[in-house]
């Protein structure tokens, strides 16, 4: 029996790391010059709180959650996404207490029983931020506006920002009867799903990925026509602050999200560099999420990205991330150099200087090979003459140059080499 991880999960190899430690910190970075605090919740929770938050006619519920019960009965899922969640804990923890507003943001896997293809995982990650607390236009578009400073900050381009609006819980019956009006003469010709919705949920229609039923969907009427006074002069007004901020964008009326719980602003940053899973972030505003859960009234806006699809971006753009931390190999000959060795690079590494040693005793001219293989910057050959006359040669690897040094100065000699005082 040979082992390999699970369909649409990955093993996260060392090469990729660079990318991951990037991506992390300029999220860390950003949030924190945002003023949002991080907030990690569990990895499973009780399967009624997503069925709830996300809606029981979107795919995710219906088809993508990993759900079990446990030994204690108890009916559980594995996040699909971070929303519900934080919700959750914002209601357990009484945060509208606490702040008037409360700015977070996490980090994490989450877990979708999705057709795995490239940039679509069954494990992926997600970070992202969530506002809750203010219903003003001006946090939609401060929202919108950190998703693409943060992609600027790590350094991906070819992106570019679409948006919507879904209405609220005033219009939207007004949207779905125009859209029942619109669909219904069509039905036959949609899959099983949208038949289904057609009378639930009308607007998940939009949300079907099949291209036979996107076909029908050209020659929609305009949503944002139906929608109240009060959510298109929200709308305007976020169109107006991005688009003040100088944040190129597009009107895509059939943006309506995968999940249910969006009302107003719907938004997503899609890259070029993707292909069919272009879109690298999606969010969008959720004002009845928190009370529809249970707890206050309270607006909020938020959005999540995936790392797997930003380091895909950032490893078609950008060879920079290949680049390593200078490396020195010690190449010690015979049992005793080992001995000495063992506690030069003790010495080395406590003095911040990042080191590799090969114990199997191998010949000079193998432990050079193992030395390149490495890229190393140096090496430090220590062999029975060298002991004798208490030195150690520094052999510069692509220079092909070495010297011999008094064995007490490597330290100061590598420092020195490195530019560090
Ligand atoms: P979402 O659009 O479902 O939104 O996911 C956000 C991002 O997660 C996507 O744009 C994509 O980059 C990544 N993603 C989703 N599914 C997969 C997958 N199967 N494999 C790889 N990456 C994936 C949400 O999850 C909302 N909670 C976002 C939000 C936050 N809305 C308001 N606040």
């Given at each position: 029996?040979k082992y390999?991880?699970s369909?649409?999960?990955?093993d996260i190899?060392?090469?990729e790391m660079a ?6 910190s300029?999220?860390r970075?950003l ?7 991080e ?10 709180l ?14 993508e959650?990993?759900?079990f019960?446990?030994?204690?009965d ?6 699909p996404?971070?929303t ?7 209601i357990?923890?009484?945060?509208h207490?606490?702040e ?19 940039g679509r995982?069954?494990q992926?990650?997600?970070?992202g931020v ?9 946090s939609?578009?401060e ?11 790590m350094?991906?381009?070819g992106?570019?920002v ?17 859209l ?8 036959q ?5 949208c038949?289904r919705?057609?009378?639930?949920k009308?607007l998940?229609?939009l949300?079907c ?6 076909a029908?969907f050209?020659?929609m ?7 109240c006074h009060?959510?298109?002069d929200?709308f305007n007004?976020?169109?107006?602050y ?5 944040i ?5 009326p059939?943006?309506?999200r ?11 940053i899609?890259?070029e560099?993707l292909?069919?899973?272009n879109?690298?972030?999606?969010g969008?505003?959720y004002d009845g999420?928190v ?5 206050p009234s309270?607006?909020?806006v938020g959005?999540a990205?995936g ?8 490893q078609?753009?950008?060879d ?5 931390d200078?490396?020195?190999f010690?190449?010690?000959l ?6 000495k060795?063992f506690f030069l690079v003790?010495e080395?590494r406590?003095a911040?200087?990042?080191?590799e040693?090969?114990?199997s005793?191998g010949?000079l ?5 193992q030395a390149?293989?490495?890229q190393?910057e140096?090496?430090l050959i ?13 052999k ?12 007490d ?9 490195h530019?560090?005082?």
């Open positions: 029996m390999t991880v369909r649409g999960t990955k190899l060392p090469e990318y991951w430690h990037h991506i992390e300029a999220s970075s949030f924190d010059l945002y003023n949002y605090q907030i990690r919740t569990p990895i499973f929770e009780m399967t009624d997503f069925e709830r938050g996300i809606g029981t006619s979107t795919d995710i519920v219906e088809k959650m990993y759900t019960t446990d030994k204690g108890r009916r559980l899922t594995l996040r996404e971070g519900a969640p934080i919700a959750r804990a914002y357990q923890h009484s945060m207490k606490k008037t507003v409360s700015k977070l943001y996490y980090c994490g896997p989450m877990f979708r029983y999705e057709r795995p293809q490239a995982f069954r992926f990650h997600q970070i969530e506002c809750l607390g203010n219903a003003h236009p001006f939609d578009a929202v919108i506006s950190l998703g693409v400073h943060l992609f600027d900050d350094g991906l381009s992106l570019s679409s948006i919507n609006s879904v209405g609220c819980v005033v219009c939207r019956p007004v949207i779905e009867e125009r029942k009006q619109f669909i219904g003469a069509n039905l010709g949609l899959c099983e799903d038949k919705r057609f009378n639930s009308p998940r229609i949300d990925k099949n291209p036979q039923c996107r029908y050209s020659g009427p305009d949503i944002q026509k139906s929608q009060e959510c298109r929200h007004s976020v169109v107006e991005i688009d003040s901020l100088g190129p964008f597009n009107i895509n059939q943006l309506v995968g999940l249910e719980y969006y009302s107003r602003t719907t938004f997503e899609l890259s560099h292909g069919a899973q879109a690298i972030c999606g969008g505003r999420l009370s529809q859960m249970g707890g309270v607006p909020a959005f990205f790392i797997e699809r930003a380091v895909m971006v950032l078609q753009m950008s920079i991330f290949k680049r390593k200078p490396l020195i010690v190449a010690p015979g049992f005793e150099q080992q001995t060795c003790d080395l406590r911040g200087i990042k080191c040693i090969d114990y005793k010949e001219k193998a432990q050079l090979k390149n293989k490495l190393a140096y090496a220590y062999g029975e003459t060298e002991a004798e006359k208490n030195t150690i040669v520094v510069h690897m692509t220079k092909g140059q070495q010297v011999e040094i008094a064995w100065s490597v330290v100061n000699y590598l420092k020195e080499a530019g560090q005082p």
